[in-house]
């Protein structure tokens, strides 16, 4: 079963506006990752924020935590036609070890 | 610095044919993992290696062996491949376990591309 789930399953912007996606997830969690995948290539790390933290920030990319409603959010904001891509959740699930959500896919036209 | 690397990149296999997948990484990552990815559900971890010579199983380990021989090697097996088997394998390691308060990030191969008729 998957510990992260994000919302929305797709998202389609054009160039210049923002993007926010959500993920949700059941247990309480250390810290909570954030990756991208562009198609046919491997994950690559965005960000991680911890259980203290509420917010973080990267460059274009803002990330929110709320443990107690379990979830969080990642905002990119004016977005670029290379940002479209897959973006994953991930929080330790009941392995231990890191589970993903099944992802957001982010189209942007310019 | 190549960071993860995997071999080989495609492969198609008959039912009953076995194989093997090769991960290398050159950052010193104690943790390697083995995730499988499939449409609409996301990555599921297969199998998993704390430090060289130990492995354990993740969600997903039955069809699947794996070894670490070597720290930064890491090796997928499939000793009778069936077509549930037709997936994205992706390698990763770490230089912490991500459950940790302090935890860091995975690194992530290119993938390898199965396909089992």
């Known amino acids: 079963s998957q510990q992260g789930e994000e919302d929305p399953q797709a998202l389609s912007i054009q160039e210049g506006e923002n993007a926010t996606m959500n993920c949700s997830y059941k247990t309480s969690i250390n810290n909570l990752q954030w990756y991208r995948q562009n198609s046919g290539r491997g994950l690559v790390h965005l960000i991680l924020i911890r259980s203290n933290e509420r917010e973080k920030h990267s460059g274009r990319l803002r990330v929110t935590l709320d443990t107690s409603k379990k979830s969080s959010s990642l905002l990119i904001t004016a977005s670029r036609a290379a940002d479209t891509a897959s973006y994953f959740c991930a929080t330790e699930g009941s392995w231990g070890k890191l589970q993903f959500g099944a992802g957001t896919q982010v189209v942007v036209t310019p | 610095n190549a960071g993860v690397t995997q071999t080989p990149k495609f492969r198609v296999l008959k039912t009953g044919q076995s194989m093997t997948l090769l991960c290398a990484q050159d950052m010193n990552h104690e943790y390697m993992y083995w995730y499988r990815q499939d449409p609409g559900m996301g990555l599921r971890l297969i199998h998993y290696s704390v430090g060289e010579g130990t492995t354990a199983k993740g969600e997903v380990p039955d069809g699947y062996n794996v070894s670490r021989l070597k720290k930064q090697n890491f090796l997928l097996g499939l000793e009778s491949a069936a077509p549930s088997q037709t997936s994205v394998y992706f390698c990763?390691?770490?230089?912490?376990?991500?459950?940790?308060?302090?935890?860091?990030?995975?690194?992530f191969g290119e993938g390898s591309r199965l396909t089992v008729l």
């Open positions: 990763a390691s770490s230089y912490s376990l991500p459950g940790q308060m302090y935890a860091g990030e995975l690194f």
